[in-house]
Structures are given as C-alpha cells and as structure tokens.
C-alpha cells in the first residue's frame, strides 16, 4: 500500500470547515483513499473513501486532485466533537482488508 | 446495539500470565481483525480472519493465538505476557465480498501487563 503524508496537526475553530490535507504521491490506479478517525479512547471510525471521483457522505466530503497524488477531507461545519486523530490510508480494493495507519492529523476543534 | 463488542474493555495482569480477549461482531460480517495501538499511538494490524480461516498474519509472536469458534467471534489468546504487550487492543470486521467498504472498530481492550 502507498505511503501518505499528513500534517501532526491543526487547528479550527467550531462552525468552520475543516480541511485537513494528505499526500500519496506514490499511489497506485487500483488503490482507494481511505479516512478514518479516532476520537480519544475509542476505536477508529470510518469517515469516507474514494477511488478517483470526489465523494460526499452525512459526515463529509472528499477531494481528490485529478492526478491522484493528494486529497482533502472536508469537515463542513466542524464541532466540539470532531476532536479527534484523522487517518488518511490508501489500499488496493478488494477482500484482503488491512488498513496500514500512519501518525494521522490530530484536529483539534476550538470553541 | 453494539456492532462490534470487546470484553474486557480493561485488562490488568500480572507478567506471566495468560489472559483472552473476547470480540464478538453483529453486523453479518464474514472477516474480522485483530489491531494493536502501542504506547506511541501507532495502530498495526495483527491478524485477519475470513470464514474462521486465518488470512493475515503480521509477524506476531506465537504467543498470540487468535481463535474464530464461528463468523461473528475472534477472540484473542495471549499465553506468559510480558510488559511489552500492554497495549490497546482493538477488534474490527468487515465484508469480504465488498472489498471497498469500511471496516467497523470495537472501542478496544486496555491490556496493562505489571
């Protein structure tokens, strides 16, 4: 699976979007970009993925860039409870499952 | 109701012992995981089971023995635990047959081996 690149942290302040950043420069066509989260003391939570199209769910949106090699997650109107370690992982589709965690982004929500 | 189940959600032991993990799935999946998260907050998956059949195996110690009775169970075996495996562990399961969809996350068992 493709390396990626995330910054430590960052900071928003509530009601504001949240766009954290991720570099997988070196992905594969058949690899999926993956974003989890981990609020403290819990397990990873699934937030979004997508392969080349930008995508949007109830949580938040997804962009990545044409040639692949970055993407977005866009928290649109981040809360308090949105604090949380958010994991950028890119793997090849299939049934082999195995998500490979970097250090991720701990985004810290400001009142 | 809880999809995926953890028990004990703490763990305190002794070095020497042996301690099991019980993680219990009720979403229908037919694959779930074993994941560590050390001190240093990095998550590594440990095993992975389809069909109660082993599929991923990271280079754990022997002394890790996952055991799947049925789809919906993996427990984690853990025979003379030594200070190293304090750790939080975390159960997850997924579809096989859905490759791109999530996988869902116990909220982990705190394993504090003194």
């Known amino acids: 699976d493709a390396k990626t690149t995330q910054p430590p942290s960052m900071d928003c302040a509530e009601g504001r979007a949240a766009n954290l950043p991720c570099n997988h420069s070196?992905?594969?066509?058949?690899?999926?970009v993956y974003w989890y989260r981990q609020i403290h003391s819990q397990g990873p939570q699934y937030i979004i993925h997508?392969?080349?199209n930008n995508e949007t769910n109830e949580m938040a949106s997804l962009i990545i860039t044409e040639d692949r090699k970055s993407s977005t997650l866009i928290l649109p109107h981040a809360t308090l409870r949105d604090t949380a370690v958010y994991y950028c992982?890119?793997?090849?589709?299939?049934?082999?499952?195995?998500?490979?965690f970097g250090k991720g982004t701990l985004l810290t929500v400001n009142p | 109701d809880t999809a995926v189940s953890q028990t004990p959600k703490y763990l305190v032991t002794q070095m020497g012992n042996d301690k099991s993990i019980k993680c219990e799935q009720n979403?229908?999946?037919?694959?779930m995981y074993w994941y560590k998260q050390d001190s240093k907050k990095f998550l590594k998956i440990m095993f992975s089971?389809?069909?109660?059949?082993?599929?991923i195996n990271e280079t754990v110690p022997n002394r890790f023995s996952p055991k799947s009775p049925d789809k919906a169970h993996l427990n984690l075996h853990i025979n003379s635990l030594e200070l190293g495996d304090s750790a939080v562990y975390f159960c997850?399961?997924?579809?096989?047959?859905?490759?791109?969809?999530?996988?869902?996350f116990g909220q982990g068992t705190r394993l504090t081996v003194v």
């Open positions: 992982i890119v793997r090849v589709g299939g049934s082999n499952y195995k998500l490979t």
């Open positions: 997508g392969l080349k």
């Open positions: 997850a399961s997924s579809h096989s047959d859905r490759g791109n969809t999530e996988a869902f």
């Open positions: 979403l229908g999946h037919d694959t």
């Open positions: 089971y389809n069909n109660k059949e082993l599929i």
């Open positions: 070196t992905i594969s066509g058949n690899e999926y």
